[in-house]
């Protein structure tokens, strides 16, 4: 552009020269200078379509790259979206393993908290989870020995009182 516009200021003085010649109405120097001109004109028209057709091949150049980053940036997107989604149900199945023993355990509490007393076989597992499920199994059975053993013992205080009541009531007459 800058070789452009310096060839066509150059024309102004060949301007000034085709004014003055029509001012003169010198024909032979009116078609000398116009020809000059021509040739000046048919340069600066040749350089300009060579620069369009630089600036149009740059264009076309650049519209394919932005084009490929465009597809390359859509392909990441929808394989992160993917991946995010795979990693996603993966970690929610994950979830879903780890904390199967909390719902047995809870379900056992609430069997417990109905009366059920009797000690269940563990899945055996060495996670925090599994550790839990084995604690709430012992106290369990502990519970229901020490249920048992206050059952046996009120046993007992009953035969013992009725055995002291007996005991009475079989002194008072024969004394």
């Known amino acids: 552009l800058g070789i452009v516009e310096g060839s066509l200021d150059a024309d102004q003085g060949t301007l000034e020269q085709l004014f ?18 021509g040739t000046i004109e048919h340069d600066g028209d ?3 379509h060579t620069l369009a057709d630089r600036l149009g091949t740059s264009m076309d150049k650049l519209s394919i790259d932005a084009r490929e980053r465009e597809l390359r940036s859509i392909f990441a997107l929808v394989f992160l979206a993917i991946l995010t989604l795979g990693v996603g ?11 199967a023993p ?11 908290a109905r009366g059920d007393l009797t000690p269940k076989v563990v899945r055996p597992a060495e996670d925090e989870l599994g550790e839990l499920a084995a604690a709430f199994e012992q106290m369990v059975s502990a519970v229901g020995k020490a249920q048992s053993q206050a059952v ?20 008072n007459p024969l004394s």
């Open 102 to 112: 909390l719902a047995d355990v809870t379900q056992r509490a609430r069997a417990v």
């Open 46 to 48: 040749r350089r300009l």
């Open 20 to 37: 003055a010649a029509i001012d003169a109405n010198d024909k032979d120097s009116i078609n000398g200078i116009l020809m000059s001109l």
């Open 152 to 171: 046996a013992n009120e046993r007992l205080a009953a035969i013992g009182k009725m055995a002291a009541h007996v005991t009475h009531e079989i002194r």
């Open 89 to 99: 149900v993966a970690v929610s199945l994950q979830t879903r393993r780890l904390l």
